[in-house]
Structure formats: C-alpha cells, structure tokens
C-alpha cells in the first residue's frame, strides 16, 4: 500500500462487558508476545464473535485495510511443475 494515506478506524461500539473481554483477551496476548505494542497510524477495530460453545472469537475488522492493499497476482502452479 505504498503512498496510500493510513486507514485507521474508530473502535465499535459494545457493551461494558465486551471491552472487558477484549481488554482480557488484548492483556493476554500481550503476555504470550501473540501481540505487540504499537503507535502506527493503520488501525482496525475489533470484534468479538460468540462461538458455538459461549465463548467469544476475537476477530479484527480488516476490511478498510483489504479495500487499500495492492493484490498481488501470481499463477497457481502446474502439478507436474511442482513434482
């Protein structure tokens, strides 16, 4: 995304118990250095999706970010080029 001005998107709105999982959720990661730290200018909010069993998926909505990102176009290999 060279030259392209950074996408940065304003939390969502939810409810005092969800920020409370995702701060969880954030605090965790931080303490398995899944996650880092960070003063970029590209943000995406997050989103939490609940699962089957009740607990809750972290998710991050990246779409502002894929609507930016150049594609890059490469041609699926030939089966006998790979073998």
């Known amino acids: 995304t060279p030259g392209t001005k950074p996408v940065h ?3 969502y709105a939810s409810a005092w118990k969800a920020r409370q999982i995702i701060e969880e959720q954030v605090e965790d990661f931080l303490k398995k250095d899944i996650i880092e730290v960070s003063d970029s200018p590209w943000g995406a909010p997050v989103v939490l999706i609940k699962k089957k069993d009740g607990t809750w998926r972290f998710c991050v ?3 502002g970010l894929n609507a930016v990102t150049v594609r890059d176009v490469y041609p699926l290999p030939r089966i006998s080029d790979v073998l």
């Open 9 to 11: 998107r304003q939390p």
């Open 61 to 63: 909505d990246y779409r």
